[in-house]
Protein backbone atom coordinates (compact mmCIF):
# COMPACT_ATOMS: atom_id res chain seq x y z
CA UNK A 1 0.00 0.00 0.00
CA UNK A 2 0.98 3.79 -0.86
CA UNK A 3 1.29 6.57 1.66
CA UNK A 4 -1.68 8.37 -0.16
CA UNK A 5 -3.50 5.40 0.87
CA UNK A 6 -2.46 5.09 4.15
CA UNK A 7 -3.31 8.96 4.59
CA UNK A 8 -6.67 8.58 3.49
CA UNK A 9 -7.06 5.18 5.69
CA UNK A 10 -5.74 7.35 8.27
CA UNK A 11 -8.31 10.65 7.50
CA UNK A 12 -11.34 7.96 7.06
CA UNK A 13 -10.53 6.87 10.57
CA UNK A 14 -10.45 9.99 12.15
CA UNK A 15 -13.94 11.25 10.28
CA UNK A 16 -15.05 8.32 11.48
CA UNK A 17 -14.58 8.16 15.18
CA UNK A 18 -15.47 12.27 14.99
CA UNK A 19 -18.76 11.09 13.56
CA UNK A 20 -19.31 9.08 16.73
CA UNK A 21 -18.78 11.24 19.11
CA UNK A 22 -21.21 13.93 17.41
CA UNK A 23 -23.76 11.43 17.34
CA UNK A 24 -23.00 10.52 21.19
CA UNK A 25 -23.61 14.29 21.99
CA UNK A 26 -26.62 14.11 19.68
CA UNK A 27 -27.70 11.37 21.53
CA UNK A 28 -27.10 13.39 24.88
CA UNK A 29 -28.56 15.92 23.87
CA UNK A 30 -32.03 15.00 22.74
CA UNK A 31 -35.01 16.85 23.97
CA UNK A 32 -37.48 15.20 25.91
CA UNK A 33 -36.30 11.71 24.56
CA UNK A 34 -38.21 12.57 21.15
CA UNK A 35 -36.34 10.97 18.44
CA UNK A 36 -37.88 13.38 15.96
CA UNK A 37 -35.88 16.13 17.36
CA UNK A 38 -32.59 14.69 16.16
CA UNK A 39 -33.69 16.00 12.94
CA UNK A 40 -34.29 19.85 14.28
CA UNK A 41 -30.69 19.04 15.88
CA UNK A 42 -27.39 21.00 14.09
CA UNK A 43 -24.91 17.70 15.01
CA UNK A 44 -27.60 15.39 13.14
CA UNK A 45 -26.89 17.16 10.11
CA UNK A 46 -23.31 17.90 10.37
CA UNK A 47 -22.97 13.93 11.26
CA UNK A 48 -24.74 13.00 8.67
CA UNK A 49 -22.12 15.62 6.21
CA UNK A 50 -19.09 13.69 7.85
CA UNK A 51 -20.70 10.56 7.18
CA UNK A 52 -20.93 11.95 3.12
CA UNK A 53 -16.65 12.78 3.74
CA UNK A 54 -16.04 9.65 4.85
CA UNK A 55 -17.65 8.02 2.26
CA UNK A 56 -16.11 9.71 -0.53
CA UNK A 57 -12.00 9.05 1.16
CA UNK A 58 -13.50 5.62 1.38
CA UNK A 59 -14.15 5.19 -2.19
CA UNK A 60 -11.16 6.83 -3.18
CA UNK A 61 -9.06 4.11 -0.97
CA UNK A 62 -10.88 1.42 -2.63
CA UNK A 63 -9.61 2.48 -5.79
CA UNK A 64 -6.35 2.06 -5.01
CA UNK A 65 -6.14 -0.89 -3.04
CA UNK A 66 -8.06 -4.50 -2.76
CA UNK A 67 -10.97 -4.48 -0.41
CA UNK A 68 -9.06 -7.14 1.48
CA UNK A 69 -6.06 -4.98 2.24
CA UNK A 70 -8.23 -1.99 3.20
CA UNK A 71 -10.97 -3.52 5.34
CA UNK A 72 -9.60 -4.52 8.04
CA UNK A 73 -8.21 -0.63 8.75
CA UNK A 74 -11.62 -0.17 9.69
CA UNK A 75 -11.19 -2.05 12.64
CA UNK A 76 -9.06 0.47 14.10
CA UNK A 77 -12.42 2.20 15.13
CA UNK A 78 -13.05 0.00 18.04
CA UNK A 79 -9.79 1.72 19.31
CA UNK A 80 -10.44 4.70 18.74
CA UNK A 81 -14.10 4.40 20.07
CA UNK A 82 -12.01 3.09 23.43
CA UNK A 83 -9.89 6.31 23.31
CA UNK A 84 -12.74 8.61 22.57
CA UNK A 85 -14.75 7.22 25.29
CA UNK A 86 -12.39 7.62 27.87
CA UNK A 87 -11.46 11.01 27.02
CA UNK A 88 -14.40 12.46 26.27
CA UNK A 89 -16.76 11.03 27.83
CA UNK A 90 -15.13 9.74 30.91
CA UNK A 91 -16.50 6.04 30.26
CA UNK A 92 -14.22 2.86 32.04
CA UNK A 93 -12.22 1.28 29.60
CA UNK A 94 -11.90 -2.49 30.91
CA UNK A 95 -9.28 -5.19 30.80
CA UNK A 96 -11.24 -7.00 27.80
CA UNK A 97 -11.34 -3.46 26.07
CA UNK A 98 -7.23 -3.46 26.31
CA UNK A 99 -6.87 -7.13 25.42
CA UNK A 100 -9.49 -7.25 22.34
CA UNK A 101 -7.64 -3.85 21.55
CA UNK A 102 -4.37 -5.63 20.98
CA UNK A 103 -5.51 -8.49 19.37
CA UNK A 104 -7.19 -6.16 16.82
CA UNK A 105 -3.51 -4.17 16.42
CA UNK A 106 -2.13 -8.22 15.69
CA UNK A 107 -4.47 -8.86 12.97
CA UNK A 108 -3.86 -5.83 11.25
CA UNK A 109 -0.05 -6.46 11.55
CA UNK A 110 -0.81 -9.57 10.32
CA UNK A 111 -2.87 -8.65 7.51
CA UNK A 112 -0.12 -5.87 6.63
CA UNK A 113 2.80 -8.16 6.62
CA UNK A 114 1.29 -10.69 4.38
CA UNK A 115 0.08 -8.06 1.96
CA UNK A 116 3.66 -6.89 1.84
CA UNK A 117 5.09 -10.55 1.40
CA UNK A 118 6.94 -10.44 4.41
CA UNK A 119 5.26 -13.77 5.87
CA UNK A 120 4.92 -16.52 3.71
CA UNK A 121 2.96 -19.73 4.29
Known amino acids: MCKIVFFNI ?10 QV ?3 FLALNI ?8 FTSWMFYLGC ?3 YIQTRVWINVLKNTPLSNAYPFTSINV ?3 FVLAKIVFNETLT ?3 LIGGALIILGI ?3 FRSETG ?4
Not at 11 to 19: E, G
Not at 31 to 38: F, N, T
Not at 118 to 121: D, F, K, L, P, Q
Open 31 to 38: EGGSYLAV
Open 10 to 19: FIFLSVSAVV
Open 95 to 97: IGN
Open 49 to 51: FLY
Open 79 to 81: LSG
Open 22 to 24: VFK
Open 109 to 111: VFV
Open 118 to 121: EVHE
